[in-house]
């Protein structure tokens, strides 16, 4: 029998111990990898989607990570709050007097013509019912000059009502949807929206405290333009209703790309 020598035993082994450790090494890359995968869930139809968030806008994140600018006319300011869950919350106060007070958002995010997104987000709201704002929030066209909308999306309230309103190329405003305003309290809303300059192709659904609403026109979408000029950006605050003071909580502002992550 022919006898194998020490030294050469010791790096046969050597070699097979390295091997393995790299096969157990690549093995435990690739879980690693898979885990970092978005698993995928089945949406309400029954379809396979991957859940996905375009923005988070969390007070958690910080101004400088939410925020493009922050609009104020008049003494008002923009600061964060905990509600009384512990949740970092944005904090939109206006005083009487001022005109606006206004986070515009998406920092590092921009639709683009044919997305189709959700924007979702949580309101708590303290002024008198009866006060006029032009808008809680606004999908906002930019830049201003040569705009045709100036505004596509805008929630205000009027004559103690919360109202969504759209705007055409014209600049003339119809009421979609409207209910009794809800002071004092959390109220959730998520917008679909498909975005796009062409009327017959996009539109905007729309839920209230988690529920789907039916919109004027007897059906739950709306077909209409939904993208002016160059972009639209995402405002939330308070905006008019210089009469008297009005502060707007807000929190878990999402934008994605299904129901599910933007209404949180």
């Given amino acids: 029998m022919k006898k194998i020598k020490p030294v050469m035993l ?17 093995i435990e890359s690739a879980d690693n990898q898979l885990e970092n995968i978005e ?25 400088a990570n939410v ?8 003494t008002g300011t923009v600061t964060t709050v905990n509600d009384e869950t512990g949740t970092l919350t944005w904090k939109f106060l206006k ?11 998406a920092k590092n995010y921009e639709a683009q013509d044919g997305d189709e997104i959700y ?20 999908w906002k066209s930019y830049p201003t000059a040569g705009s045709l909308q100036n505004h596509p999306l805008m929630l205000r309230t009027k004559s103690g009502n919360l109202e969504l309103q759209h ?23 998520v917008i679909r929206m498909k975005v796009s300059r062409d009327p017959a192709i996009g539109y905007i659904e729309f839920w209230y405290n988690g529920v789907k609403q039916t919109l004027s026109n007897g059906s739950q979408r ?14 939330w605050g308070v905006y008019g209703g210089d009469a008297s003071q009005a502060t707007h909580f807000v ?12 209404a949180q």
């Fill in 222 to 235: 709306l077909y209409c333009r939904t993208l002016d000029v160059d972009y639209c950006d995402p405002k």
């Fill in 167 to 189: 705007f055409d190329d014209n600049h003339v405003a119809t009421v979609p949807w409207s209910t009794p305003l809800s002071v004092n309290t959390w109220l959730k809303f």
């Fill in 10 to 26: 010791a790096l046969t082994c050597a070699a097979v111990l390295q091997f393995g450790c790299k096969k157990q090494t690549t």
């Fill in 39 to 63: 698993k995928p869930v089945k949406s309400a139809s029954g379809g396979i989607q991957i859940m996905s968030v375009l923005f988070n806008g969390d007070a958690s994140n910080g101004s």
């Fill in 67 to 74: 925020w493009k600018d922050i609009n104020i006319e008049g």
């Fill in 119 to 138: 924007i979702g987000w949580t309101s708590k709201i303290y002024m008198p019912t009866t006060l006029k704002t032009d808008a809680i929030f606004q």
């Fill in 251 to 262: 929190k878990k502002i999402r934008i994605a790309n299904t129901y599910a992550d933007a």
């Fill in 95 to 105: 005083p009487a007097d001022s005109h606006r007070t206004e986070g515009h958002g």
